[in-house]
């Protein structure tokens, strides 16, 4: 089974003093080459990573499987937000991205971000976490 692990998952994971819980859920997709990404994690992985923790993003991520967004991806998070805008919240783009890459493939998250939790109580029922 592939599991599609969030931003916030691959950070606790590289982390010394990372979530626990949340580390084991990713060394084990990883040991069982289940793992998988999307484009916006790896995006802002990227973005937020040192020089040094470069080299090892890549290698960490070389061991997972890229899930490219594609258009109808896009579309999906605009709606979500817009949905969750008219709800009165609002969320990252990326997260709605990465939601609606995880939703349209059935594909369940590893995450550690609450914002997750809000696109599945108000406007994507279907998302599944690990």
Aim: with cysteine; aromatic share 8%.
């Amino acid at each position: 089974m592939t599991v599609l692990i969030d931003t916030s998952a691959w950070i606790e994971f590289f982390r010394a003093a990372g979530n626990p819980a949340i580390k084991s859920q990713v060394a084990e997709a990883l040991n069982q080459n289940a793992a998988a990404y999307t484009c916006p994690v790896r995006f802002e992985l990227f973005i937020g990573a040192r020089r040094a923790e470069r080299d090892v993003l890549r290698e960490g991520l070389s061991y997972a499987r890229r899930i490219p967004a594609t258009p109808a991806h896009w579309d999906a998070a605009a709606e979500y937000g817009a949905n969750l805008r008219a709800k009165g919240a609002t969320v990252p783009a990326s997260d709605l991205l990465i939601a609606a890459v995880a939703a349209s493939t059935g594909i369940p998250l590893i995450v550690c971000d609450k914002h997750f939790d809000l696109i599945r109580k108000k406007v994507l029922p279907k998302l599944i976490f690990l």
